[in-house]
């Protein structure tokens, strides 16, 4: 019995589409710089200077409203929970700077979870990330000095915005894919034969520009394609197990013996082994149509992934699309060369037969 061919998974930190067009640097940057700006102008009021904790929770909130300028109804909302938040961990002792970033990470991923994700989740994961980088950078400024309420709230502005896009990435399985080494190791002649071809197909269409989709669509397509030869291989160890000749002469032999002995209970074992190898073959009948089945599978996604890779080729841009830009005028004094010249050689011709 063959080996059966083994692939391992791998994972990857991928980032969701929706929050590729979502959470964007600008979104980021924006909430960073206004909320260090609208800290640093609080701050200058005696209020804020006397509890910095204030000027820190409105600033953030500000810095939330900014993102979406457009649902000012939403900017009252948000500072009071960054206000809340802050003056909350300033009287319990903790880092109003760190809370403050947790809280403003909640509510910021809460509003843009990917779809498909549950939003607490996403939400968990931008107000953890929102605080650590706050945090980070809060204590990076302090190691050099700025321990002044004014740089210590825009760092930890920076740091949040920051910290939300590795809050962003989420880890996911990658299913397998195959590699030479590996079909050479674990699958033998024939069955190689369309892995392998598959295998060319995909890198030939993985060195262009594909996107992420049409290439994931492309491997499940390869992944396929060596299930199906792997399915070939099993299907074909069950046929020769089977032989059907050797079966034939064994049901012919018993059926044989069944008419001429004179013992009964021996006439019915030797029947029903006969019937149960009758049995076998039109088992084996089945599987046959099983393995046609699918070869005939195999051969039609080997086929969608050569018309795969032909229609990309087709779909890229190429030299002969475009003509240069000044070849009518090329080919227009070309002919009027040409003309010139025929004109100057007859009249030539002419001039001699004069003479």
Not at 117 to 130: C, D, F, K, T
Request: proline letters at 6%; a neutral charge.
């Amino acid at each position: 019995m063959s080996e059966p061919l083994t692939l391992r998974a791998t994972g990857a930190l991928t980032l969701p589409d929706a929050a590729l067009t979502r959470l964007t640097a600008l979104e980021h940057g924006l909430f960073a710089v206004c909320a260090g700006a609208a800290g640093a102008g609080l701050l200058l009021l005696p209020v804020a200077q006397a509890r910095p904790a204030l000027a820190l929770g409105l600033a953030f909130g500000l810095g939330l409203g900014a993102v979406r300028p457009w649902a000012p109804l939403l900017v009252p909302a948000f500072m009071a929970l960054t206000l809340g938040a802050a003056l909350g961990a300033d009287r319990l002792g903790v880092s109003s700077l760190v809370a403050t970033a947790l809280v403003a990470g909640l509510v910021f991923g809460a509003r843009r979870a990917p779809e498909g994700e549950a939003p607490w989740l996403y939400a968990v994961n931008a107000g953890l990330a929102a605080a650590m980088g706050a945090g980070l950078l809060a204590w990076a400024a302090a190691r050099v000095g700025l321990t002044e309420a004014t740089p210590q709230l825009a760092a930890s502005a920076l740091g949040a915005g920051l910290g939300l896009w590795p809050g962003a990435f989420r880890f996911r399985e990658v299913a397998p894919l195959p590699t030479a080494a590996t079909l050479a190791a674990g699958l033998p002649e024939p069955y190689i034969q369309a892995p392998t071809r598959a295998l060319d197909l995909y890198n030939a269409v993985r060195g262009g520009k594909v996107d992420p989709e049409t290439l994931e669509g492309l491997a499940e397509v390869l992944r396929w394609i060596v299930r199906l030869a792997e399915t070939l291989r099993t299907l074909d160890d069950d046929l020769r197990a089977a032989d059907p000749v050797t079966l034939r002469e064994r049901a012919e032999a018993a059926l044989h013996e069944a008419e001429t002995s004179e013992d009964e209970f021996i006439r019915d074992r030797r029947l029903a082994t006969a019937k149960h190898l009758e049995q076998i073959l039109r088992h084996r009948e089945q599987v046959e149509l099983e393995r046609r089945r699918t070869e005939s599978l195999q051969e039609y996604a080997l086929a969608y992934l050569e018309e795969a890779r032909m229609g990309l080729v087709l779909a890229r841009a190429l030299p002969g699309e475009r003509s240069p830009d000044r070849l009518d005028e090329v080919l227009t004094r070309l002919r009027e060369h040409a003309k010139d010249g025929d004109n100057r050689r007859r009249t030539a011709r002419e001039i001699q037969k004069v003479l």
